[in-house]
């Protein structure tokens, strides 16, 4: 019951949150695309938390009125046989989840053989039914069935669809993805009994408890599997930098402490340094891979040799990849970049401003062709701040003084907009590098 409670004061703040962005881009008279996008990120949140208590609210309904015992789960007529050739909206993760289509998506998972009551409640059990249909008929797993789309053709027995339906665009997606689909099934939310993450005790139930929430609640990509992987610290790692506003993370989830009370939704803010509301795209790649790090030994990051693909494809981690990891954001974000592991390279991309902005790729000279390079996302005194790679051996962001940098280059085909030149002082605690920490 406490934590139904956490989760009904987590839904409160997601719609006081709602309702004051709303009012704010409102200001101006609309609401622009990326405005859009941040809303409908917090509604997609507030869809799975009520998805959450619905399913709470089902369990302790269903557990209070079940007789004794019957000689079946269901009856004909508790489970009416469906009679619509097609769902209306979205069923599952994120969707829609009308009764009716969930029902009939219940219905024919059954003829599937997969075990799920049909009580047209969207909840845990169906969504781990959807998944487990789609992971059998095709590898992947999105927890969700789209009308049109591929998941609907199988399930319904139509085949797959050629509709450029969102379901169908999913499974696309998810078949060409570079990294498996994250597995292993959620776990309920306990109070932790030691800390989670680098450094930490790492008890397998409560590992499962923080890769549930950074995947169901968070959209992490890890593997809800109780072993705490280089993927989970990263993942911790990122959630502290941009949903805390932590300037040092340290990729540690402690029972009672800012991370975990972040997890179940108190104190978090959008990011470490919340930046224009028109970011350039390869800032929002950048923020992505915040708390990728080095594995200290004979091991090494495979992330981080992705990175150094785009520049000669070193094997290691130990190589110097601040250039490498540039190159990899802008290649992501459809800029290209120099192919060149050299971070002095990055002085010569792209056009030249006199002055540090918001996005800006910012080159630092130490000498003797010795450097460092990464993403302007700030300033804090006489520093700048960079978010950038290779950076006290991890993608984070850090201080450097403005003495060191040669110059602050932008995309050719990229119009800088006056407000990128205007960022206000950050707040928050941030590391001051100089290049002794970027080797």
């Not at 007529?77 to 829609?96: L, M, N, R």
């Not at 109780?226 to 540690?252: E, H, M, W, Y």
């Not at 030249?352 to 000279?365: R, T």
């Not at 993608?395 to 907009?417: R, W």
Request: net charge negative; glycine share 12%.
């Amino acid at each position: 019951m406490a934590n139904f409670d956490k989760i009904q004061a987590r839904l409160e703040q997601y719609n006081t949150t709602l309702d004051q962005l709303k009012e704010l881009f409102m200001s101006d008279g609309k609401i622009d695309a990326q405005e859009q996008e941040q809303i409908n990120q917090i509604e997609a949140a507030i869809s799975r938390l009520g998805e959450r208590i619905g399913s709470a609210t089902a369990a302790a309904t269903t557990a209070a009125e079940t007789p004794a015992e019957t000689g079946s789960e269901t009856t004909a007529a508790e489970t009416p046989a469906p009679t619509a050739s097609s769902i209306s909206g979205s069923v599952g993760k994120g969707g829609d989840n009308k009764e009716a289509d969930v029902k009939l998506v219940q219905e024919l998972l059954k003829q599937k053989g997969q075990n799920v009551a049909v009580d047209g409640d969207c909840g845990p059990k169906t969504i781990a039914a959807i998944k487990a249909f789609q992971q059998a008929e095709f590898g992947w797993q999105d927890g969700r069935i789209d009308p049109g789309g591929k998941s609907w053709g199988a399930l319904s027995g139509g085949g797959s669809s050629s509709s450029s339906s969102a379901d169908s665009s999913s499974a696309d997606a998810a078949a060409t993805t570079e990294e498996a689909a994250p597995t292993g099934e959620p776990v309920p939310i306990k109070d932790l009994q030691g800390s989670v993450g680098q450094g930490g005790k790492n008890n397998p139930d409560d590992v499962k408890v923080v890769q549930t929430l950074l995947r169901e609640e968070f959209d992490y990509k890890v593997d809800i599997s109780g072993t705490c992987d280089n993927k989970t610290i990263t993942a911790i790692s990122n959630f502290q930098a941009t949903k805390l506003g932590v300037g040092k993370p340290d990729g540690r989830v402690d029972p009672a402490g800012k991370s975990w009370k972040g997890l179940n939704g108190e104190g978090l803010q959008e990011a470490a340094i919340p930046g224009p509301m028109n970011k350039p795209n390869w800032i929002k790649v950048a923020e992505s891979e915040l708390g990728v790090t080095e594995i200290p030994g004979a091991e090494d990051n495979p992330r981080v040799i992705e990175y150094h693909s785009t520049t000669g494809g070193f094997r290691d981690d130990e190589t110097p990849w601040c250039a490498s990891f540039v190159n990899w954001v802008m290649n992501k974000a459809g800029q290209g970049g120099t192919g060149s592991a050299m971070a002095m390279s990055w002085a010569k991309y792209g056009k030249k401003v006199d002055q540090p902005a918001y996005g800006a790729i910012a080159v630092l000279s130490y000498g003797g062709g010795k450097g460092h390079v990464g993403f302007v996302v700030g300033k804090k005194g006489g520093n700048v701040l960079l978010l950038g790679g290779n950076q006290s051996n991890m993608v984070k962001i850090s201080a450097f003084s403005t003495s060191k940098i040669h110059a602050y280059v932008f995309p050719n085909n990229f119009e800088v907009p006056e407000n990128y030149y205007t960022f206000g002082e950050a707040e928050g605690d941030f590391e001051t590098t100089d290049f002794s920490q970027t080797r």
